[in-house]
């Protein structure tokens, strides 16, 4: 059998091929651990850990889905066969998709459900209980802006995240004095392929509101989780969204993003197939 001592901690990236995943994957390689890249898509994770080793740091490549409901034991299954413990767990596997909840698919919707909350908290629950074992290490959730208000024509999506922040700031509670670390960090919008396909980079809200570096955010991220923070919210925009969704009342909030984040072209979320601006969109008092 191994001898302890010859398992090395890693750092495992839920969503390490594109996006915040893979430059938080970067930062963190900068501290010579091995890196655990874990997503779909084979090229892009590839381009992944070559980021990774050129940082410095070994990269390891883990094609997983993480609808599968084994993703978890396979992700430990990994780390076991290549000598690995999951020290620091990244949950940055997520997606979102705009529109009417009554007109987008379901699967689709509920696909949200299993990845942004199903899949993170399952990683979560497998290898916290180790970590706490080991006194060291802690998990770094993507949460969102979006977490801090309902989101109208964005709800599964604003749903999740609220759900990944609350669960992820009781845990940083629960864990305190045990060495490990649960931080959640909530940027406001980030230039990643994430706006485009959810459909959010055509709506008011997401053109008004600036868009962060994904480096950037990578960055402020990790040295918050580093610190022991319970909650980062990088960039000044998403601070100041973070305190009006606590102090504006939601009569004056939730009608405000949900025009924000309508198209008059969108279908009506009455179901009648027309277009919003041709049906309820064109009568105000039904369509609010
Ligand atoms: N971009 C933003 O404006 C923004 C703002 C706030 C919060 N966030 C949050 O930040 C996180 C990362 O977003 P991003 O902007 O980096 O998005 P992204 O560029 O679309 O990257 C998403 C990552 O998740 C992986 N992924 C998706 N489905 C997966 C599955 N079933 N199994 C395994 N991996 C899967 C993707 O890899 P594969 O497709 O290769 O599997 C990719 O690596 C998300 O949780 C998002 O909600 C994003």
């Known amino acids: ?112 459900i299993d990845l942004n909350i199903r899949a993170l908290t399952d990683l979560s629950l497998h290898f916290l209980p180790e970590m706490v074992a080991r006194g060291r290490g802690g998990v770094l959730n993507l949460g969102s802006i979006a977490g801090f208000m309902p989101g109208p024509n964005m709800a599964l999506y604003y749903a999740s995240k609220s759900f990944v922040r609350s669960f992820s700031e009781a845990l940083h509670q629960e864990l305190r004095r045990t060495g490990v670390t649960v931080t959640c960090v909530a940027p406001g919008p980030v230039s990643t392929d994430f706006l485009q396909r959810s459909g959010a980079d055509r709506v008011p809200l997401f053109k008004v509101l600036p868009r962060l570096d994904a480096d950037y955010v990578a960055e402020r991220a990790w040295r918050g989780f580093k610190s022991g923070r319970r909650l980062v919210v990088p960039g000044l925009s998403a601070k100041l969204a973070a305190f009006a969704a606590a102090w504006l009342p939601s009569a004056i909030m939730l009608p405000l993003i949900g025009r924000l984040q309508r198209r008059s072209n969108d279908p009506c979320p009455c179901g009648s197939g027309i277009k919003f601006k041709h049906c309820c969109g064109a009568h105000p008092r039904r369509g609010g």
């Open 1 to 112: 059998m191994m001898a302890q001592s010859e398992i090395r901690p890693a750092v495992v990236v839920a969503g390490a091929s594109r996006g915040i995943g893979r430059a938080i994957a970067k930062v963190a390689a900068r501290e010579k651990r091995p890196v655990v890249l874990v997503a779909r898509s084979h090229d892009d994770l590839a381009a992944s850990a070559n980021e990774v080793r050129e940082a410095g740091s070994e990269a390891f490549m883990l094609e997983l889905d993480l609808f599968s409901p084994d993703a978890s034991s396979r992700l430990a299954d990994f780390l076991t066969a290549n000598n690995l413990c999951c020290d620091v767990l990244v949950n940055s596997a997520g997606y979102g998709l705009r529109g009417a909840a009554t007109t987008l698919p379901i699967p689709d919707q509920l696909g949200i």
